[in-house]
């Protein structure tokens, strides 16, 4: 038996390299998938490569946008088993320089866009009695990176919400976890892992000797959202090759 097979996921930030994995691998374990970004022409690309999957256009910093998705996936199955909250923004300022709006930017994206689709999916995923969210952390919360001090306070403040959701909506058969990956090869990190000395310089703190690839973020992500991990809720699992964990 495929592991998501019958589960209805909602993914967002679906068009981005580890969001495009996790769609790539949650339709092999038979999930009926609801792909979303606010990039429509990525989108498109995504739909070309899994042609069974509904895509939904949607900008999770929009509360109605995210209203009106929820609810098409309500019209549409009546239930949500899976939610994994991957769209993300990195920042790009030294603290300094961080204006409110700089800060305001990437906190809407990761935490609130977070905070939006969970509370707005929770009566959806009350339904099933056992579904699962999976939020998507990082570990510069817990490592300094010059310029990524917004996206460092909004992922910690994901894996504290995680923790807190968890806890309240256990009752409702509703696990959460987060995944909280390294570095991974995607467009969010291509300027920094395309300079060949800062990747030694990367690769050499990091025990494994590899960057984590976005499948490897996506396997992750299905074992926390599948029956697997039916008794694992309020957790952060970190997928950095031993970054995290070496001096
Ligand atoms: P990516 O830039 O390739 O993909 C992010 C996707 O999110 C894009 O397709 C983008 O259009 C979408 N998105 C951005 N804002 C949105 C919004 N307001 N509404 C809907 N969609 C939106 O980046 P990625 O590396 O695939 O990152 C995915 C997630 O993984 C992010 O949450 C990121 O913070 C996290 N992460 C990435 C890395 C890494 O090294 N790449 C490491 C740790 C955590």
Redesign the pocket.
């Known amino acids: 038996m495929s592991r998501l097979e019958g589960r209805t996921a909602l993914v967002?930030?679906a068009?981005?390299?580890?969001?495009r994995s996790i769609v790539n691998c949650f339709a092999q374990a038979g999930a009926v998938i609801v792909a979303?970004?606010?990039?429509g022409t990525?989108l498109a690309e995504l739909a070309k490569e899994q042609p069974d999957i509904i895509t939904y256009e949607?900008?999770?910093?929009r509360l109605e946008d995210v209203q009106a998705m929820v609810a098409n996936v309500g019209e549409r199955f009546g239930r949500l088993d899976v939610l994994v909250n991957?769209?993300?923004?990195?920042s790009r300022s030294d603290f300094r320089h961080l204006s409110d709006e700089d800060w305001a930017g990437v906190m809407e994206?990761?935490l609130q866009?977070t905070v939006r689709c969970m509370r707005e999916s929770l009566d959806l995923l009350k339904v099933p009695g056992d579904a699962a969210i999976v939020n998507?952390?990082?570990?510069?919360e817990m490592r300094h990176v010059r310029q990524l001090s917004a996206y460092a306070a909004s992922?910690a403040a994901v894996g504290a919400l995680t923790r807190s959701v968890a806890m309240e909506y256990a009752s409702f058969g509703i696990r959460v976890n987060a995944v909280t990956?390294?570095?991974?090869e995607?467009?969010?990190?291509k300027t920094v892992l395309r300079n060949e000395a800062m990747r030694e310089a990367l690769l050499s703190r990091t025990p494994l000797q590899r960057f984590a690839e976005?499948d490897d973020i996506a396997q992750a992500t299905l074992f926390l959202a599948s029956g697997e991990a039916k008794s694992i809720t309020g957790q952060c699992l970190i997928v950095d090759a031993g970054a995290s964990v070496a001096l």
Not at 86 to 90: F, I, Q, R
């Open positions: 967002t930030g068009g981005g390299g580890i969001g979303n970004d606010c990039d990525r949607a900008d999770v910093t991957n769209a993300g923004v990195p994206v990761n866009g998507m952390g990082s570990i510069m992922k990956p390294g570095y991974v995607t467009a969010m990190t976005p």
